[in-house]
């Protein structure tokens, strides 16, 4: 694994120290906004920050521990508070690129809790400079908006000679800017106590929570609704988590989940912004007491750690409890941090004996570890993790005794399947990482004495890894010969016989096409849903057909898209292609030695029997309808398995 530096320097630098006078140091008025959520006219407080530079005592740790962690949507980005520091991390390569200090603790108290901005808000698409935006909570009722800006690229590797020197995954392009600036201050009614955390949810809906009360707000700032702790449990409130269901077409319900200090969790559901219902996990009480909970929209799965060891895992929509893992290396364990990947198919467990365990949302367990203290054998226990994009990488950061913390990044290599469910990628063990893809290479002969020949292991290219990183569509063919890939940009394949990767010639080219709905290996064709491969109409969505030892930059077919795809599959020469505009295209595939044609048959709007196109992982053709009028096709979205047929009317 990778150890990460989390060692926070406050020392002023030289330049801060050359412009100090006595001991005081002089910083930039910073204007600070006050919005009152009470619907009051908000007032600009225009003081400058308190000016004394007050030095790190070794004796208080205080300032430069970490409360809490938050990652961004893309998960690219993290972001730490200490009692009064915002603190951003860039992920890869890990390094901290800002540092936002306050001093007005006295003032609006210390900070508790940080969350970000879902990306579905659209606040942030107006400013092409705003990646995001932070919302820091503080103990006395107020709440900090930090904008966090793109700067450019800070550092760009220049090495006297690049023969010794490789980029590594996600490093191509340098380490890129991103500063922290502070927009306004939100003051939430007075009363109920100190603030505890906060929450946020993808319908523009952000929550502030004390012991006493729950505060509801709009990105905005305006107050939508309140909520008393004591009209729902008996107990004060320890955390608090938000969860959005997909019920049906019609819209999506909000359920809020409430864990309290006796190990109860209570689930309010919401319709809009009317609660409609509040009921008790089962399983959850004195009798077994949760220490944390974890929720994942992509899946609709709710993991609940206890203080045995245990996990719960509930189904959201039913709020029925499907699994229960027990640990099992060990006795003592209490779970202290849970976190779902991505696309909702995993979770990582860490517990308080320093063990991480990584399981399957069907509860199957994939990987155990044990952390160790960087200053000896001393346990050390996970407080945070957090899946970095691609879900290759786990950033895990924990506590020993003396509460000092610590940051590691255990590798992991995923399946291909859950990227592109592809025939190839079903017949075929295939697993890729960070740089490398794998492929298992059959039963191992008898009296074999090498098992690891097995494995076809090959490396991406570093040069468009390092600039196309994280890999996000890996596919192989039926006979496991040829391996393609397609990162954030791009696309490139491996033939096993030839030994050798083929790429664009043009990095232009390359950069432009951006694969939205997977690739799949058709016979002698590599299929890619993409945008702009038509050299025309670069912005243009279509599917593209590139043949083996051919250029890229000139597919052999192109298939025109009224919308980017999001999902695609192939059943013998039956091609399906789902689109953003929830409308499913069936094509019908010819080809001969040196040539492929590609002819519509029909599209059919499934947009009344799927609730959101962008939860589909894949979808598959009927094999007995293939020569019916009507269609039929078998639909994975979320955790759901849905059959679509076409009526007589063609709906």
């Not at 290396?329 to 991505?342: F, K, M, N, S, Y």
């Not at 670069?538 to 000139?554: K, N």
Request: net charge negative; charged share 20%.
């Amino acid at each position: 694994h990778l150890s990460l530096d989390l060692q926070i320097d406050t020392e002023p630098t030289e330049d801060e120290r050359s412009k100090s006078n006595g001991g005081a140091m002089q910083r930039g008025r910073r204007p600070r906004s006050v919005t009152y959520s009470d619907g009051s006219r908000p007032r600009v407080d225009r003081r400058s920050p308190k000016q004394e530079h007050m030095p790190q005592t070794t004796s208080d740790s205080t300032t430069t521990t970490v409360v809490r962690w938050a990652y961004s949507p893309d998960r690219r980005l993290l972001a730490g508070i200490t009692r009064q520091s915002v603190n951003l991390w860039l992920l890869r390569p890990f390094v901290l690129l800002s540092r936002l200090v306050y001093d007005e603790i006295e003032e609006f108290g210390h900070m508790v809790d940080i969350i970000w901005e879902d990306a579905e808000s659209g606040r942030n698409s107006e400013d092409v400079t705003r990646c995001g935006t932070l919302f820091v909570m503080l103990s006395m009722g107020f709440m900090y908006e930090v904008a966090v800006n793109r700067r450019g690229v800070i550092l760009e590797y220049q090495f006297a000679t690049q023969h010794f020197f490789a980029r590594g995954p996600g490093e191509g392009d340098g380490v890129q800017g991103f500063g922290l600036v502070q927009r306004r201050t939100y003051r939430l009614p007075v009363g109920g106590g100190p603030a505890i955390c906060a929450t946020a949810a993808g319908s523009s809906i952000a929550i502030a929570a004390t012991q006493l009360q729950v505060y509801r707000l709009t990105w905005a700032g305006a107050l939508a609704s309140t909520t008393a702790v004591a009209e729902i449990h008996d107990n004060p409130l320890a955390q608090i988590q938000q969860i959005e269901c997909i019920c049906d077409r019609e819209g999506r319900r909000r359920q809020e989940l409430y864990l309290f200090s006796d190990g109860a969790v209570r689930v309010l559901e919401f319709a809009d912004t009317a609660c409609i219902s509040t009921r008790l996990l089962d399983g959850t009480g004195p009798a077994l007491r949760a220490t944390v909970i974890a929720c994942s929209s992509v899946s609709d799965m709710i993991a609940v750690g206890t203080d045995s060891g245990e996990v719960l895992v509930y189904a959201a929509r039913q709020l029925e409890r499907v699994e229960r893992l027990g640990f099992g290396h060990g006795d003592g364990a209490q779970v202290t941090a849970i976190e779902w990947t991505a696309d909702g198919s995993a979770f990582a467990c860490g517990y308080s004996t320093g063990h991480v365990v990584v399981w399957t949302a069907l509860g199957y367990e994939l990987n155990a570890t044990r952390l160790r203290g960087r200053h000896g054998t001393e346990q050390v226990q996970p407080v945070f993790m957090g899946w970095v994009t691609g879900a290759t990488r786990l950033v895990v950061v924990g506590e020993d005794e003396q509460h000092r913390q610590q940051g590691d990044a255990l590798p992991f290599a995923r399946a291909a399947l859950s990227t592109v469910a592809c025939e190839g990628n079903a017949k075929r063990v295939c697993l890729f990482s960070d740089d490398k893809v794998l492929v298992h290479r059959g039963a191992l002969a008898a009296g074999a004495r090498q098992p690891e020949l097995q494995w076809l292991v090959t490396h991406v290219p570093p040069g468009y890894v390092a600039s196309h990183w994280p890999l996000r569509y890996v596919a192989v063919d039926d006979e496991g010969q040829h391996i393609a890939v397609a990162g954030q940009r791009g696309v490139a394949y491996y033939s096993v016989a030839a030994g050798r990767w083929r790429l664009f010639r043009s990095t232009q080219q390359e950069a432009a096409l951006v694969c939205t709905g997977g690739l799949l290996w058709y016979r002698e064709y590599l299929v890619v849903a993409c945008t702009g491969a038509n050299a025309d109409a670069r912005d243009a969505a279509c599917v593209a057909f590139y043949r083996r030892g051919r250029m890229l930059e000139a597919p052999a077919a192109l298939v025109e898209l009224t919308a980017a795809a999001t999902a695609m599959s192939c059943h013998g020469s039956t091609l399906l292609v789902l689109c953003k505009d929830g409308v499913v295209n069936q094509y019908a595939i010819f080809d001969d030695v040196d040539f492929v044609q590609v002819s519509f048959r029909r599209a059919l709007d499934v947009n009344a029997a799927i609730a959101d196109v962008r939860r589909v992982r894949s979808l598959q053709w009927v094999p007995s309808a293939q020569f019916d009028h009507h269609a039929s096709l078998l639909v994975h979205e979320g955790t759901a398995l849905r059959l679509v047929e076409e009526t007589a009317d063609g709906e």
